[in-house]
């Protein structure tokens, strides 16, 4: 296993935590952390502070971290290190993701009507645009339109505290509304428990329900 973090500045936390609701939201999401993994300095230490926090195992997270809220997706991509120690994530068809590679997905999500109209050549038009340019980019936008994300946040939420309705301390498992739900905590999460519990190579975390 290995653990890396980048520091967070103030104009990163706001996109990060910014509400995610569907999966273009968690694709453009994922294109922009990509996008701030090759510009970060890497830290094969622990830093204090607002961070996010790459766990690279058989199946990889990245962890976002702040005083009150921690959430984690998936991050679907092979990660290979240069011997300068530099980042370089590949997709399940070994395209390198690239600041250029991620701009065109991002490009094509902008589009209002992708995932909403009903004519299919409203979706593939943009796409087959790009895959003329670049013949990977199908490969990889299907990856990111199939890949379970895996998303979970801790959220201490005292404004919208009500008893065992919203516990302020809680688990939110999902994020669009169809299929999330909740997990109370009696006590606060720490990102260190957080991590430990998704990470498959230590012991399970235990859950007690209440019926």
Known sequence: ????EFELEDVDMEWIFSPIRNKPDIIRFLMRVIKLILISKLSFEEIEGDKAVLVVTKMS?????SPKKHFSICLPFKVKFSESNEIKLYSKCDTEMTSML???VLSVLESDTLMTSGNMWDFT???IEIYEAIPDFWSVFRELLIFEDGYIRYDHDAENEDKDLHPLHHLDVCYSSSPAFKLGLKKPLTAAS???A?????????VTLNF
């Open 125 to 127: 038009a943009p796409i």
């Open 194 to 196: 957080l991590i430990d």
């Open 198 to 206: 998704l990470e498959p190579s230590t012991n399970c975390s235990y």
């Open 102 to 104: 991620t701009s065109q």
């Open 61 to 65: 997270r990245i962890f976002f971290i």
């Open 1 to 4: 296993m290995k653990r890396i």
